[in-house]
């Protein structure tokens, strides 16, 4: 351990914290890469070396998420925002429902953005609430028709989370994942399609996680641009084109990192532990904080929370600022606090957090 680096509280909501031994590692090898002499960066992505690089991240994503054999694992770039169009470009089509469940704001946008090529409908929804729960599986409904049913498993704005998911049979069930892929522990073969853009909970941001179902390529539209049908992609390895290779090799490092940590369970308890550190101040406050989202819809990912009125928490957030904790400011559509605790985030930093919230509160409360 390097007791010289200065390593902030990194508590941003994506792009967000990387685990420190990754970025060391990673420092350690920029110059010359397993001997090729020169950087990832600098390899040609046709390369052997590349290739290892490559494989091994797909490998690892494959081995702690268990993904089943008829799935494939595609590496993409455009972000999560662009598979709210290649979602519905592939597998929409004019005429066609597919049923959209909006949990916030980036399900909001998936839902408009497939309005291009078919007819979603909002199948289910909490926006009267802002968006303060995930709504009960019963209350969810969709048609044996439908073209496929789309949600959001973790709400990064509001900090919500999909504790459980519905089982839509032969309807094709699509997720995004972004901001909680690799949390905690899922059953993938629940679901057609997985999406995640890395920046959150994998890696740098560049490069975009794809899990999919191979028969579903058969129901994709042939007729859209050859960069945009996953069956291009799929067909060729994610090497149709360069792929952003250093941010799959720093992919390939955080899933390697996940693993020496003991893997996806015990990440999971981690983020149990820490998100329990936070939410208990906020709980125990007697009203001093509050949670947005309604407790049984809580994120382990991404923790909103307000104080009483804005000037407090104004102070709050510039008090915060000076002991160190980054990215607190919770997002313009929920206001207040945001504490974003993805996997790379330490224990001690969210215990460092929980402790100022208390002394603050101590020092504010009449
Ligand atoms: C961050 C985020 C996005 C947007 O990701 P980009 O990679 O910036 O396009 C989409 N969905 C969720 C749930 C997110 O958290």
Redesign the pocket.
């Known amino acids: 351990m390097k007791q010289t680096v200065h390593r902030a509280y990194n508590f941003n909501?994506?792009p967000a914290a990387l685990p420190l031994a990754v970025l060391e590692k990673a420092q350690q090898e920029l110059l010359d890469f397993r001997g090729s002499g020169m950087s990832v960066m600098e390899l040609s992505h046709r390369s052997a070396t590349y290739e290892d690089v490559h494989n091994q991240a797909i490998a690892l994503l494959r081995e702690l998420l268990s993904i089943p054999d008829d799935y494939d694992v595609l590496l993409l770039q455009?972000?999560?925002?662009?598979?709210?169009t290649m979602v519905p470009m592939n597998f929409l089509r004019p005429g066609k429902k597919a049923a959209y469940l909006l949990t916030?704001a980036?399900?909001e946008?998936?839902f408009q953005e497939a309005k291009l090529f078919g007819e979603p409908y909002q199948a289910v929804s909490s926006k009267e609430s802002n968006y303060r729960y995930i709504p009960k599986l019963e209350d969810v409904k969709w048609a044996p028709t439908d073209a496929y049913v789309h949600l959001?498993?973790?709400?990064?704005?509001y900090g919500t989370q999909w504790k459980e998911f519905p089982h839509t049979g032969q309807v094709p069930l699509i997720a995004?994942?972004?901001?909680d892929i690799l949390s905690r522990r899922i059953d993938v073969s629940q679901f057609a399609l997985i999406y995640?853009?890395?920046?959150?909970n994998l890696g740098p941001?560049g490069v975009?996680v794809v899990i999919l179902r191979k028969d579903l390529l058969e129901q994709a539209n042939p007729n859209i641009p050859t960069m945009l049908q996953y069956a291009t992609h799929a067909k060729n390895n994610s090497l149709y084109n360069t792929p952003p290779t250093f941010a799959i090799y720093l992919l390939g490092e955080v899933l390697g990192w996940v693993k020496d940590q003991g893997g996806i369970d015990e990440i999971a308890r981690r983020n149990e532990e820490k998100a329990k550190l936070i939410y208990d101040v906020i709980d125990g406050s007697g009203g001093f904080y509050y949670g947005h989202a309604e407790p049984a819809s809580r994120s382990l990912m991404n923790i909103t929370f307000r104080l009483q009125d804005e000037a407090l928490e104004k102070e709050f957030l510039a008090e915060a600022k000076k002991e160190g904790f980054v990215g607190l400011n919770g997002h313009r559509s929920v206001g207040g606090c945001r504490a974003s605790t993805y996997n790379a985030v330490p224990y001690e930093a969210c215990e460092a957090l929980s402790q100022f919230m208390k002394h603050f509160q101590a020092k504010h409360a009449n």
């Open positions: 909501a994506g455009g972000g999560a925002s662009l598979q709210f916030g980036w399900s946008k998936a959001t498993s973790n709400n990064t704005i995004d994942m972004s901001s995640a853009g890395a920046q959150k941001s975009t």
